[in-house]
């Protein structure tokens, strides 16, 4: 019987440590970027632009609204992101390791509680 990790389980859990950096990273950039952005919306509230549909002008907006509806969407994104933390930053371990995990605890305990 194999009591400890495989080397599968070690690189998988190696993966998901640097995927959980990097995945830091891109929320902090993310969230230096709706800083820019608010600020942005913020100083063009006034600037009317031509809006679009289908390609065509369409009843005029302020850049400040086209900017605020990127902050919409950038931050649905990040709610996205925060949301699959718990699925994502979960170590990986086979279902025999983990009979095996169980097992050896088991075994521990009752020797625990028989000396």
Do not use: C
């Not at 194999?2 to 950039?29: F, P």
């Not at 031509?50 to 649905?76: C, M, N, Y």
Request: hydrophobic share 50%; no cysteine; charged share 25%.
């Amino acid at each position: 019987m194999h009591w400890g990790a495989t080397t599968q389980n070690i690189t998988q859990t190696g993966d998901i440590l640097i995927l959980r950096e990097v995945h830091r990273v891109i929320l902090g950039l993310l969230a230096r970027i709706m800083t820019a952005l608010a600020n942005l919306a913020e100083r063009s509230a006034d600037m009317i632009i031509a809006a679009r549909t289908h390609g065509q002008h369409a009843v005029p907006i302020t850049f400040g609204l086209k900017v605020a509806s990127w902050i919409d969407e950038i931050g649905r994104h990040i709610t996205r992101m925060r949301e699959l933390e718990p699925r994502l930053f979960t170590a990986i371990v086979s279902a025999r390791l983990y009979r095996e995990t169980k097992l050896m605890a088991a075994i521990t305990r009752d020797k625990i509680s028989l000396d």
